[in-house]
């Protein structure tokens, strides 16, 4: 680590000027100190100084020093605590000492002998005045005998072992700025870690004492680490807390046992009831955890602990016998797409068959028509589900670009990365990765500033990259953040209005500004690099996200980072729909971008003369006639729908004739001859047979806005 | 991050080492020399985390963690001691004084940061 060596050789310089200054402080000090044996004052005086000389040389490899003034500060110790009495003697000797110390700082060379002769004086010195030093030794002992107990303690292999813990933190726990949860999360960097809180001790609200701690927790870890490892998670707290570490599974236990723990079993090894308590309760047929906590023996939190427990006991063999037998098998993808595809039908029909049973009225056919469309949508998405991997593939593979890059670049960079087991469908992951090499070297050659000049921004001196991926709703978020420059909004805008884009006239946004990196043949970069800056990076990251029907959302603050947004659909295949109707046409509003829907009348209509804007709860919201768009031309029902939704951000509405529902939506790709249509994404088919186009409500917005009708006022 | 915090020691050199450790580390540092100067200064900046050594003039390590755990503000806030293996008794001193835990002199950078990831997350 060179940054830490740069730290290091500047403190040993700091330390070598500051002990000079504490040795001459030392030196009137002490010569104060022999006129006046007794001020406190002084012997304070000297004692920190003979402990910052020691403290500090151990740190910055001083060690000599650190050793030899050791002594002499043991000496002032005892005369800081009455032990001892400042002779002549002892200042003769701690000035010599002094001196010593200076030739040791200065390098010049020692004479170990005196140093010795020193150290053995003082010794003699303390051995005569204190009575209670055996106290000392005895101390040290035990100590000993822990070191090596631990040893052998350790010797464990890399087997991994379940832990029971249980943390029952005392009142106080909180008033040494303690956090419990942070322990927690210590646990849970150590392995697979269920924390389960016992509540019951919680008095009642008028009594509680908000500043005591009333909660204790069980713990139950499967971890490599040894118990030490765990009791060093809680080594602050160990005076404030009762902390019971206890073995309760172990590989080798596998063997002997093909069975899981009965939930009395485990209540009866950690004695929270005792055999005959639980042979007694046993004789009725009632769970024996209901059972226990009606008879007062448990409290619920405990049986629940338990049950917790078990549950994880359970897993980890589950788990571990997995990873004995074989863990996955090797599909061809087109088998899997074939699969996709049928289920995809059997939605179709399913939806048939529930819209039928309907129209019949029959109570059996729809009990049948209901199972049909559980068992449907289950293996709907179990199947989605197979066609779900890990973005984690990808981000990993990211880390050596971002190495390789930063070494190309001369920058220090380190990734970092946030949900990396966010599954997406397959095709999502493979399509994805073109945008996001893009979009990371973006950060990297033009985000992430040199190291010198970060270090003048007052940043670290490694600028950061991180990649998160999420859910949120029906989609997938992956965010890449860096901590670099962020957008230059004025160079952005220049360059813009040089390459035509824009007008010097235009009056943009920030938010317009930023998106303007997303045109066509645009590039801010100074000088072209082998990373990027051909401008034909952003443009084309854009262009496959929404390929994908996903969105670019683009943060930037000037010196402090830029974070890029891509949300993408989970899967391509199905997706929730609205199902809608204008005249005798359905249409299908994807579910993700809908907001709500209200009514339209024709009073509203003609309040807003002319304008397509109504008003939602104060909120003006442009709208778009579909029936209008779609160019439908029969008579217009009195009342219409707005079926609001949320477009880049901005609330627009659509204005249809009837609102049916939800429907699970197949998405069936238009043929050849309707790739070109703007404002539809694809079709699907309805229980009936009939086809229902898809929106595609960002396209169609834009669509509508180039065609000059405005929406927006 | 972004979060500050406060070291207190009388030692320049030590200061110097730990300040460059946090900053290194993403933190904003506050530097104060001894126990008076650090409660001057915890009133005028806002500080998650005070390390502290134990050995000061004016007022020491101990005055200062009961002096700031006597304030509302900060009854919660970690603060982790510098401590010697000689200092057994001074260690428990500073627990009941409300210390949240402890770094043994001498130490090394990343067991510095790995205490204050364990306190302050």
């Not at chain 1, 009831?273 to 009606?294: H, K, Y």
């Not at chain 1, 947004?565 to 993700?592: E, H, R």
């Amino acid at each position: 680590m060179s940054s830490g060596n740069e730290g290091f050789d500047k403190g040993r310089e700091i330390f070598t000027e500051e002990a000079n200054e504490l040795l001459a402080e030392l030196e009137t000090s002490l010569l104060e100190l022999e006129e006046t044996p007794t001020d406190t004052e002084l012997i304070g005086r000297v004692f920190r100084a003979m402990h910052t000389i020691k403290g500090s040389g151990a740190m910055f490899g001083f060690d000599d020093i650190a050793h030899f003034t050791h002594e002499v500060e043991t000496a002032f110790d005892m005369v800081r605590t009455g032990k001892m009495l400042v002779t002549k003697e002892l200042m003769d000797l701690t000035l010599r000492a002094r001196d010593q110390i200076r030739a040791m700082l200065d390098g010049t060379s020692v004479d170990e002998a005196i140093s010795n002769e020193i150290i053995t004086a003082l010794r003699a010195l303390m051995v005569i005045n204190v009575l209670s030093d055996e106290q000392e030794g005895q101390q040290e002992q035990p100590g000993g005998q822990e070191a090596v107990a631990r040893v052998e303690h350790t010797a464990t292999d890399n087997e991994s072992v379940t832990y029971r813990i249980r943390f029952r933190p005392h009142k106080e726990l909180f008033l040494t700025g303690s956090n419990p949860l942070l322990m927690f999360a210590e646990l849970r960097e150590l392995g697979n870690c269920v924390v389960i809180a016992q509540t019951d001790a919680i008095p009642p609200l008028s009594e509680l004492d908000p500043e005591s701690c009333h909660t204790s927790w069980d713990v139950v870890l499967t971890t490599t680490a040894d118990q030490n490892t765990i009791k060093d998670v809680f080594i602050f707290v160990q005076d404030i807390c009762d902390l019971t570490i206890e073995v309760i599974e172990a590989d080798s236990d596998m063997l002997e046992q093909e069975r899981h723990l009965k939930l009395g079993e485990i209540l009866l090894s950690r004695g929270d009831v005792s055999l005959s308590e639980l042979q007694q309760v046993l004789g009725t047929q009632r769970r024996v955890g209901e059972i226990l906590v009606d008879s007062g023996i448990v409290g619920e939190d405990q049986v629940q602990s338990a049950l917790v427990e078990q549950q994880h006991i359970k897993e980890v063999r589950q788990q571990r016998a997995k990873q004995e037998s074989m863990a996955s098998i090797r599909v061809p993808s087109d088998k899997l797409d074939g699969l996709v595809d049928l289920v995809g039908e059997l939605v179709t029909v399913q939806a048939r068959l529930t819209q039928t049973s309907a129209t019949f009225g029959d109570a059996v056919l729809s009990i049948i028509a209901e199972e049909v469309e559980r068992i449907t949508w289950e293996l709907r998405d179990r199947t989605m589900g197979i066609r779900m991997m890990p973005i984690g593939g990808t981000f990993s593979k990211f880390k050596r670009l971002v190495r390789d890059l930063s070494a190309e670049l001369g920058k220090d960079i380190v990734m970092t990365t946030d949900g990396a087991e966010t599954e997406l469908d397959k095709t999502v992951i493979e399509k994805l990765n073109d945008p996001l090499v893009h979009v990371i070297r973006n950060s990297i050659d033009h985000g992430i500033e040199s190291p010198e000049a970060r270090l003048k921004a007052g940043k670290p001196k490694h600028g950061t990259v991180h990649l998160t991926a999420g859910h949120s709703g029906a989609n997938v978020v992956i965010q890449i953040k860096d901590d670099g420059a962020g957008l230059d909004t004025e160079a952005i805008l220049n360059k813009a209005i040089k390459s035509g884009i824009i007008t010097p006239e235009t009056e943009l946004s920030e938010k317009d500004i930023f998106s303007l990196i997303f045109e066509p043949g645009f590039s801010t970069a100074k000088n072209i690099t082998s990373v990027s800056g051909r401008g034909v990076g952003m443009d084309v990251v854009k262009k496959n996200i929404i390929a994908l029907r996903g969105t670019v959302d683009i943060k930037s603050k000037k010196g402090v980072g830029t974070t890029i947004s891509l949300k993408l659909p989970l899967t391509l295949a199905i997706i929730d729909g609205l199902l809608v109707k204008i005249s005798d046409d359905f249409y299908v509003i994807p579910l993700s971008v809908v907001h709500e829907c209200v009514e339209l009348t024709r009073n509203d209509v003609e309040n807003s003369h002319g304008r397509h804007i109504s008003y939602v709860r104060g909120a003006i919201v442009p709208y778009i006639r579909l029936r209008e768009y779609f160019a439908i031309n029969t008579p217009v029902p009195e009342v219409e729908q707005i079926v609001i939704t949320e477009v880049e951000e901005q609330r627009v509405g659509f204005v249809v004739d009837y609102v049916i529902g939800e429907h699970q939506t197949v998405i069936k790709t238009l043929g050849r001859l309707y790739k070109t249509i703007e404002g539809v994404s694809g079709a699907t088919i309805l229980g009936d047979g009939t086809v229902a186009l898809i929106v595609d409500a960002p396209k169609l917005v834009s669509a509508v806005r180039l065609e000059g009708i405005e929406a927006v006022s | 991050m972004g979060k500050t915090i406060m070291t207190v020691d009388d030692s320049a050199s030590i200061r110097q080492m730990v300040s460059f450790t946090l900053k290194g580390a993403g933190y904003t540092v506050v530097e104060a020399v001894d126990g008076k100067d650090a409660l001057a200064k915890l009133d005028k900046t806002q500080v998650h985390m005070v390390i502290t050594d134990l050995n000061m003039p004016n007022l020491d390590g101990i005055g200062l963690i009961r002096a700031v755990r006597a304030k509302p503000a900060f009854k919660f806030i970690p603060i982790v001691m510098l401590t010697t293996e000689s200092q057994d008794t001074r260690k428990q001193e500073g627990k009941s004084a409300g210390a949240t835990g402890w770094i043994v002199k001498p130490f090394k950078p990343e067991q510095l940061l790995a205490v204050i990831k364990k306190v302050l997350g």
